[in-house]
């Protein structure tokens, strides 16, 4: 039972290039969520997906896309990254959106040159 | 809408020192409470929760009472050691889709 697993866990980006973070879990989740994570902001979250088909933005969508690819699988994209987009991303997964703890995988560590 | 205020860091320690750290709530209903850690590098760890008033969530020594009339969470522990020395989170989640958490509180304990 691997819990949620994040893949890569480091990612060098230049500037306007694009790139596919992965996520999955096995814990029979139904909701699945993104965050970043910056130095002294917190967790914030980007979208999420309460359930398999679902996805809503969370407070910081701009520049990011998602795919719920099956019950296991969210991925998050970048399509142009920018500097702004250095940061910690990491993926939770819950069993749903109301009063459930959320489970949260390894993270990764991206940096945008 | 929901919020969660903890105490400001950094909290530095002596080990076997006694530990709180202050976490209060804003929220309609009867959230569910949960406290987070997360160990440098890592990512966040569950620690313990409370899904209704006056339920007392422990853990790994940690212990947290869900009080309503005061809208608090707050996290103890008796004696912690350098291996407690990580950043902690309240959290909540409503009846809602909103799960919020705390700016975070970082625990140093120097031996």
């Known amino acids: 039972n691997a819990g949620v697993t994040q893949t890569p866990k480091f990612q060098v980006l230049k500037t306007g290039q694009s790139m596919t973070l992965q996520c999955a879990q096995d814990m029979n989740h139904n909701s699945m969520y993104w965050y970043r994570q910056d130095p002294g902001m917190g967790l914030r979250l980007i979208y999420y997906s309460a359930s398999e088909g679902t996805t809503d933005k969370g407070e910081v969508p701009n520049g990011y896309n998602v795919s719920r690819l099956n019950k296991r699988e969210f991925s998050l994209r970048l399509e142009s990254a920018a500097p702004s987009q250095t940061s910690v991303y990491f993926c939770a997964s819950s069993l749903g959106t109301s009063g459930y703890e959320q489970y949260f995988g390894p993270g990764t560590r991206l940096t945008v040159t | 809408g929901n919020s969660v205020t903890q105490m400001e860091g950094p909290v530095t320690l002596s080990e076997e020192a006694f530990l709180t750290i202050n976490c209060t709530y804003t929220?309609?209903?009867?959230?569910?409470l949960f406290w987070y850690v997360q160990y440098p590098g890592e990512g966040l760890q569950l620690l313990l929760k409370a899904t209704k008033a006056d339920d007392k969530g422990s853990n790994k020594g940690f212990e947290a009472t869900y009080r309503k009339e005061t809208t608090s969470f707050h996290l103890e522990k008796g004696s912690v050691q350098v291996s407690d020395s990580a950043v902690y989170f309240c959290a909540l989640s409503d009846y809602g889709q909103n799960f919020v958490f705390g700016p975070g509180t970082r625990l140093s304990v120097l031996p």
């Open positions: 929220a309609t209903g009867y959230p569910s």
